[in-house]
């Protein structure tokens, strides 16, 4: 059974630091590893999608990793902003997709 | 380009009650899935299905059933409601093949709340 963990459950850090989310999963098999935004309230929004022939994928400040020998992803987000605070989930994909319990980031203007 | 479609996005029901709730994908994807949401949970799969007439069991499909009738519908059904099954319900659809894109796209969501 795949599993996949994120940490830290939270993290608050000042404005304009970078910062780094990890996500591990046991079970490396995977056909892609995607990273998700959920603000409060809201729906998912797809930030970055690795395929599984991929080391990294990169999207304005955005970059997410992935070693799938080691069963880790990483989401590096530089100069961070208010606006970036929300729930982030990573999602691995074989059959199924597979997701994190996420991490709650909060920025602190 | 519709994408991912949810139908209702809120709902009410009385203990006992049954309802269905619609997911409608319009990219010829030939992966569905059900998940539920609670706080601090993160989205946990009911059911999924790799196909047009298949269904399988996710992580947690005690108390609901599916059906997938047409390749674009994935219909989650709840035959007797519970309020151990207010959650917020997301359907999800995805192409299956490796070496294409295979991203994963969501609907908004359905806030059902059993009373």
């Known amino acids: 059974k795949q599993e996949v963990t994120q940490i830290p459950a939270a993290l608050s850090v000042p404005e304009g630091e970078n910062l780094v989310l990890n996500c591990s999963f046991t079970?490396?098999?995977?056909?892609?590893l995607q990273w998700f935004r959920q603000d409060p309230g809201k729906g998912l929004t797809s930030l970055l999608l690795?395929?599984?022939?991929?080391r990294e994928q990169t999207s304005g400040r955005l970059n997410a990793s992935l070693d799938k020998s080691s069963g880790r992803s990483t989401l590096y987000i530089a100069a961070s902003q208010p606006g970036d605070s929300a729930t982030y989930l990573c999602a691995v994909k074989n059959e199924k997709l597979t997701f994190g319990t996420g991490t709650r980031l909060t920025i602190i203007p | 380009n519709a994408g991912v479609t949810q139908t209702p996005k809120f709902r009410v029901l009385k203990t006992g009650q049954s309802m269905t709730l619609l997911c409608a994908q319009d990219?010829?994807?030939?992966?569905m899935y059900w998940y539920r949401q609670d706080p601090g949970m993160g989205l946990r799969l009911i059911h999924y299905?790799?196909?047009?007439?298949?269904?399988a069991k996710g992580e947690v499909p005690d108390g609901y059933n599916v059906s997938r009738l047409k390749k674009q519908n994935f219909l989650l059904g709840l035959e007797s409601a519970a309020p151990s099954q207010t959650s917020v319900y997301f359907c999800?659809?995805?192409?299956?093949?490796?070496?294409?894109?295979?991203?994963?796209?969501f609907g908004q969501g359905t806030r059902l709340t059993v009373v």
């Open positions: 079970d490396s098999a995977i056909y892609n």
């Open positions: 299905s790799v196909g047009e007439g298949t269904t």
């Open positions: 690795i395929q599984s022939s991929q």
């Open positions: 990219m010829n994807h030939e992966y």
């Open positions: 999800a659809s995805s192409s299956p093949r490796k070496g294409v894109n295979t991203e994963a796209f």
